[in-house]
């Protein structure tokens, strides 16, 4: 497996792959099995598999959260050459803000609500950030978890908008045994807060936004809502300690 560390680096090494389907996985490192699973699938449909690792600074608005935000780099690599990748592109950020960047891309409607009424600007870094990747790294394919179903709306929606030549893979949330959504965050709980935040899908679990919100009651929740993406989902955002957890079902028409 390979690393780049610049854009120049990746759109000369990746010239020799491009007569191949060339698949992406962007991530913010911290590789777990849900990453894995994103690899795994652009592994078994693509000749060429590329994964991101990039800690998108402009995706957060509070400081402290960045700063707690958990990286592994050399541990990530080991992922994801495990996983089947067959170049990791790990930018510093420098290489995807230069001096003197000014330019951002923003989905107006599907970057309001949800997470974007809670974290203002949030989806205008994570869709400058992916059309940056997506004009670097020139995939056919882009690999997206359904955990996170708005960006994976947002992204879909600057694709098709835009007229960008790829096409976007969305996978199936994975989840650990007791039911709670892998994500990075999760090992910033302590074994009281992950006993209380396996109330996120329980509550999600009931397909219905009031009965969830009931099931909330004792976190502090920032939203229970029924999102129309494509597909409609059941989404909630709640506040365990100081980590902030998001998760969601997908509805069949028959629940929307």
Same mark, same amino acid.
């Given at each position: 497996?390979? $690393? *780049?560390?610049?854009?120049?680096?990746?759109?000369?090494?990746?010239?020799?792959?491009?007569?191949?389907?060339?698949?992406?996985?962007?991530?913010?490192?911290?590789?777990?099995?849900?990453?894995? !699973?994103?690899?795994?699938?652009?592994?078994?449909?693509?000749? $060429?598999?590329?994964?991101?690792?990039?800690?998108?600074? !402009?995706?957060?608005?509070?400081?402290?959260?960045? =700063? =707690?935000?958990?990286?592994?780099?050399?541990?990530? *690599?080991?992922?994801?050459? !495990?996983?089947?990748?067959?170049?990791?592109?790990?930018?510093?950020?420098?290489?995807?803000?230069?001096?003197?960047?000014?330019?951002?891309?923003?989905? %107006?409607?599907?970057?309001?609500? *949800?997470?974007? %009424?809670?974290?203002?600007?949030?989806?205008?870094?994570?869709? $400058?950030?992916?059309?940056?990747?997506?004009?670097?790294?020139?995939?056919?394919?882009?690999?997206?978890?359904?955990?996170?179903?708005?960006?994976?709306?947002?992204?879909?929606?600057? +694709?098709?908008?835009?007229?960008?030549?790829?096409?976007?893979?969305?996978?199936?949330?994975?989840?650990?045994?007791?039911?709670?959504?892998? &994500?990075?965050?999760?090992?910033?709980? &302590?074994?009281?807060?992950?006993?209380?935040?396996?109330?996120?899908?329980?509550?999600?679990?009931?397909?219905?936004?009031?009965?969830?919100?009931?099931?909330?009651?004792?976190?502090? +929740?920032?939203?229970?809502?029924?999102?129309?993406?494509?597909?409609?989902? *059941? !989404?909630?955002?709640?506040? +365990?300690? &100081?980590?902030?957890?998001?998760?969601?079902? +997908?509805? $069949?028409?028959? %629940?929307?």
């Amino acid at each position: 497996m390979k $690393t *780049l560390r610049t854009v120049s680096e990746a759109r000369h090494d990746l010239q020799a792959f491009r007569r191949g389907r060339i698949g992406l996985v962007p991530t913010m490192g911290a590789l777990h099995a849900g990453h894995e !699973a994103l690899i795994a699938a652009a592994r078994a449909e693509c000749d $060429t598999v590329v994964v991101s690792i990039f800690v998108n600074a !402009a995706q957060f608005d509070d400081a402290a959260d960045l =700063a =707690a935000y958990p990286r592994a780099a050399e541990a990530d *690599l080991e992922v994801a050459a !495990a996983a089947g990748a067959d170049v990791v592109f790990a930018p510093a950020a420098t290489e995807m803000y230069p001096p003197g960047f000014q330019t951002w891309v923003e989905v %107006e409607e599907l970057s309001r609500v *949800l997470e974007g %009424e809670h974290r203002p600007g949030h989806f205008r870094a994570v869709a $400058t950030v992916c059309l940056k990747l997506f004009n670097i790294v020139r995939p056919q394919f882009a690999y997206f978890g359904q955990k996170d179903a708005q960006q994976l709306a947002v992204v879909k929606r600057m +694709v098709s908008d835009l007229d960008l030549d790829l096409t976007v893979r969305p996978i199936a949330t994975v989840r650990d045994q007791d039911g709670l959504a892998l &994500s990075s965050r999760n090992a910033r709980l &302590s074994v009281e807060e992950r006993a209380l935040a396996l109330a996120l899908p329980r509550a999600l679990a009931t397909r219905d936004a009031d009965a969830a919100r009931a099931l909330l009651a004792e976190l502090d +929740v920032d939203y229970v809502e029924v999102a129309d993406f494509d597909p409609p989902v *059941l !989404a909630a955002a709640v506040r +365990v300690g &100081s980590t902030r957890l998001i998760d969601n079902v +997908v509805l $069949t028409e028959e %629940e929307q």
